[in-house]
């Protein structure tokens, strides 16, 4: 089937209580989106790291927690997102032991999904990733590297916890407090630049020049 056959992939989501019982409902609805959506050859990968992360909110979390489950397709990937009010619990690659029953959940995740990160909101946090779909990306909507690793290095900032940093989902507008953790990160970055004895004011020149050029290259 063309890509241009295929329904809509529409952006869904389906709220949850956080109860190891749920976690095969879920699946078997990701399997349902998924085979509607095309995407069969994802839906294994899709299903564990379902599992895994709904599974790290019942385990660290709490049993009952309400939660969310979002599933869209996000210019070349899929991408699962399962949401929780709890800011303090972030999730963390481990070395579990060769025996232990647990510990897995994130390292599984980091072997599957093409990248994942969390990321943090004001009462809610939002542990996500994405798969390669192999699909071309919607026209009028590239994917910039640039852009890509941006969002990645906010998420991963928000995981420090600095007070103000807050970062949002990413698929819409920028939002204030995105601002403000981009704000936060490139303080942080002049401060070390000035730690380092570097001129802060020529790499910010350098970089407002290198912006400009790609950025007018990419309007032609």
């Keep these: 089937?063309?890509?241009?056959?295929?329904?809509?992939?529409?952006?869904?989501?389906?709220?949850?209580?956080?109860?190891?019982?749920?976690?095969?409902?879920?699946?078997?609805?990701?399997?349902?989106?998924?085979?509607?959506?095309?995407?069969?050859?994802?839906?294994?990968?899709?299903?564990?790291?379902?599992?895994?992360?709904?599974?790290?909110?019942?385990?660290?979390?709490?049993?009952?927690?309400?939660?969310?489950?979002?599933?869209?397709?996000?210019?070349?990937?899929?991408?699962?997102?399962?949401?929780?009010?709890?800011?303090?619990?972030?999730?963390?690659?481990?070395?579990a032991d060769i025996e232990a029953e647990g510990g897995r959940g994130m390292a599984l995740v980091e072997a599957l999904a093409d990248r994942w990160g969390v990321q943090l909101q004001e009462g809610l946090k939002v542990t996500w990733c994405e798969l390669a779909t192999g699909l071309a990306p919607s026209a009028g909507h590239p994917v910039d590297p640039s852009v890509t690793r941006a969002e990645a290095l906010l998420g991963m900032y928000a995981t420090l916890g600095p007070p103000t940093c807050r970062y949002d989902s990413g698929l819409?507008?920028?939002?204030?407090?995105?601002?403000e953790s981009v704000i936060d990160v490139v303080t942080d970055f002049l401060r070390w630049?000035?730690?380092?004895?570097?001129?802060?004011?020529?790499?910010?020149?350098?970089?407002?020049?290198?912006?400009?050029?790609?950025?007018?290259?990419?309007r032609r």
Excluded: K
């Design 1 to 95: 089937m063309s890509q241009e056959a295929c329904p809509p992939r529409i952006p869904w989501s389906v709220e949850f209580t956080a109860h190891p019982e749920e976690v095969a409902a879920l699946r078997r609805v990701v399997r349902l989106c998924l085979a509607a959506w095309n995407l069969n050859g994802l839906v294994d990968a899709a299903q564990l790291c379902v599992s895994e992360l709904v599974s790290n909110v019942v385990t660290h979390v709490g049993l009952g927690t309400p939660g969310i489950l979002a599933v869209a397709v996000n210019g070349a990937y899929l991408r699962i997102e399962v949401h929780d009010p709890d800011t303090r619990a972030l999730p963390t690659l481990v070395t």
């Design 172 to 179: 819409g507008s920028v939002g204030r407090t995105a601002e």
């Design 193 to 218: 630049l000035d730690a380092h004895g570097c001129d802060a004011d020529d790499v910010l020149d350098r970089a407002q020049s290198r912006y400009d050029a790609t950025s007018s290259g990419s």
